[in-house]
């Protein structure tokens, strides 16, 4: 009941007699106190399981009992809704009406009216239905309203033969709201009274080459946050105002066209016309001061929850939440628990995108609940930032990126570190695990690219009981060398540091303790060194992240963090910071307004430093990782070229 009463009010009213919306204080006369929280909450619970006659007794009964307040606006806008739903459209335009002239909300004001429209349309009064639309600023609506009020005043002027003006507005209205739907779900959603896509672009470009006066066109414009439409209404005002002969005001449209958008064809007819006025490109190029919401779907409760607990917090510190983290300041984290299921997951990216409005998600961790958020995320049209270790989940769609180190990314790191000690010849002792038989074959692949190869492999059962196999594996090769007189010289081991402590006294019995050890990220836990007894000294393994570094980018890092939540840092912590420090940093100074706008900025950030070895992405949008160089000295981790 709260969590509903919650998401209301975010929607209406902060429940107090003064806030703001828009960046306008609102003012009601009277708070809301929890007994009207309590009786508007019994009301809201019968509208959402559709029982709307109760519902409708409820919400008159809450209006008449307590004095004015935000909650009262809501439920006369819920009794107008009910109306609409049992097709009352002259009951439904008239409550609309008695709360577009009482409420003191804009915003309330906006969603009433386009209700009203509807009621209009619906009723066949299409002059009237426009009237509504008309006055309506979509910056205060939803998704779903926007798009109603797109294709139904479109629908309506077509019935009027209106004028082209203010058809170019609700087409711009129409592709910006498109822009998170696939054409299908716009289909299936809205039918006929949503246009096509296809259809809607078509009619903006021709809005936008048609000559029109200043005045002639629609003034919502003036103020209106163009997304995708941005480059034809930045064309049309351009242009429009260049006729105009205001020069100043037709180089601020035609920069943001040329500049932002070069390779659109408009931007190329304007550009004779730009060069004329002598507006140099990059005066608006300043710092937006822009606060974009990210999405975090982390496995917050269930067995997972400590994975889940202590990446937020690594992220919470890069979003500068609690000091003294002095991390980013343009992000705002609204995090969802998934609880490691791929069902909540996909639930969470849509209520990220649909009612936070999200500019991107980050996570999940888990490789089912990634891949499941992902091909949501791709249908909605948002950029997710996937935590999974699984390789290909960027495959699923344009949007999609993932951070994490890939067992490509060791192998590569472990092979160039070999080779450069002049270990060519490898052999792989791997737990037959599809852990370790990934990293064999990955091995066996990649090594010839860089100068190496496999000259022998054993897998085991039993790392405790691993002796035989260490056996085998040695007398396993017959091309000896000085070189490498048991003919490979280094042993690659893809096990966890726990496992290898087990392997490592059997090394030297087998005859295998001058070969240069190898490992992965597994191995980084202090007891490989302090627990080996020596047997590991001068073993080769890497990390994302190594808390120990010289870095003073980690031990800044390591301190805040240490501060503000009372331990030190772990890898998911410090993946989760870079994850929103990455985002931060390539937003930075951008107006990204569209997820195009959001791909771009993070598929084009190059020679990112943070605290793990994340660089950038690469054109298939996996990450480019330069991990951490680790070895045993002295019995305690250090970092080594």
């Known amino acids: 009941m709260k969590k509903i009463l919650f998401l209301v009010l975010l929607v209406f009213a902060s429940g107090c007699a003064a806030f703001k919306q828009g960046g306008v204080k609102v003012k009601y006369p009277n708070p809301v106190s929890s007994e009207m929280r309590s009786e508007f909450s019994l ?57 577009i002239g009482k409420t003191p909300d804009p915003g309330v004001a906006s969603r009433a009216r386009v209700k009203a429209g509807i009621a209009q349309y619906r009723l066949g009064n299409y002059s009237s239905a426009l009237s509504y639309f008309d006055k309506t600023d979509p910056a205060a609506l939803g998704e779903n309203d926007r798009i109603k009020l797109g294709g139904l005043a479109l629908a309506a002027l077509d019935r009027v033969k209106g004028n082209s003006e203010r058809k170019g507005f609700y087409d711009a209205v129409l592709l910006d709201s498109y822009q998170n739907l696939s054409e ?56 429009s105002y260049y006729k105009a002969g205001d020069k100043k005001l037709a180089g601020k449209y035609l920069a943001r066209l040329v500049g932002k958008y070069p390779g659109n064809p408009l931007a190329k007819e304007a550009q004779p016309i730009f060069a004329q006025l002598g507006y140099k490109p990059g005066k608006e190029a300043k710092a937006s001061g822009k606060r974009y919401k990210i999405g975090v779907i982390l496995p917050l409760s269930g067995k997972y929850q400590v994975y889940g607990a202590n990446t937020l917090k690594g992220m919470e510190c890069a979003a500068s939440v609690k000091a003294p983290c002095a991390g980013v300041s343009n992000i705002q984290i609204i995090s969802r628990d998934d609880q490691g299921e791929p069902a909540l997951a996909v639930k969470a990216v849509e209520e990220l995108v649909k009612q936070e409005k999200v500019s991107a998600i980050v996570g999940p961790l888990s490789s089912a609940s990634s891949m499941a958020a992902a091909q949501r995320a791709e249908e909605l049209g948002v950029v997710m930032i996937s935590l999974a270790q699984r390789e290909g989940i960027p495959a699923i769609g344009a949007n999609i990126f993932r951070f994490s180190l890939t067992p490509g990314e060791q192998v590569r790191a472990i092979l160039e570190a070999a080779v450069k000690r002049g270990k060519k010849l490898l052999a792989v002792l791997y737990p037959n695990s599809n852990y370790g038989k990934v990293f064999l074959s990955t091995t066996q692949s990649m090594a010839s690219k860089y100068g190496a190869s496999v000259r022998a492999s054993q897998g085991y059962g039993s790392a405790g009981n691993a002796a035989a196999e260490l056996r085998q594996l040695k007398f396993s090769v017959s091309q000896a060398s000085a070189q490498a007189p048991l003919g490979f010289n280094a042993l690659f081991i893809p096990d966890s540091y726990s496992e290898v402590l087990k392997i490592a006294p059997n090394l030297k019995n087998a005859g295998l303790d001058q070969v240069q050890l190898l490992g992965t990220n597994a191995w980084n836990d202090p007891s490989i060194a302090s627990q080996s007894g020596g047997l590991l000294e001068g073993s080769v393994f890497l990390d994302i992240y190594f808390k120990n570094s010289n870095s003073t980018l980690v031990k800044n890092f390591v301190s805040e963090f240490q501060a503000a939540f009372g331990g030190a840092p772990s890898t998911l912590e410090a993946m989760g910071y870079d994850a929103i420090r990455f985002l931060g940093q390539a937003l930075a100074g951008r107006k990204a307004s569209s997820a195009s706008d959001v791909r771009e900025a993070v598929a084009s950030s190059r020679g990112y430093h943070g605290v793990t070895g ?21 019995g305690a981790i250090k970092e080594t070229k």
Do not use: C, H
């Open 43 to 99: 009301a809201e619970n019968e509208f959402k399981a559709q029982r709307y006659p109760q519902a409708e007794v409820g919400f008159r009964n809450y209006s008449q009992r307590y004095p004015y307040n935000a909650l009262s606006d809501l439920a006369e806008y819920r009794i107008g809704q009910i109306k609409l739903l049992r097709k009352d459209y002259a009951g439904a335009t008239q409550t609309f009406d008695a709360l």
């Open 184 to 239: 299908s779900s716009i289909q299936q959603q809205y039918g006929a009274e949503a246009p096509s896509r296809q259809a809607v672009l078509g009619g903006l470009k021709s809005w936008a080459q048609q000559p029109a006066t200043v005045g002639q066109i629609d003034s919502r414009f003036s103020t209106y946050k163009a997304k995708a439409s941005e480059p034809y209404v930045a064309y049309k005002l351009g242009m």
């Open 614 to 634: 994340l660089r950038s992405f690469s054109w298939d949008r996996e990450a480019q990782v330069e991990p951490y160089m680790l070895t045993v000295e002295s």
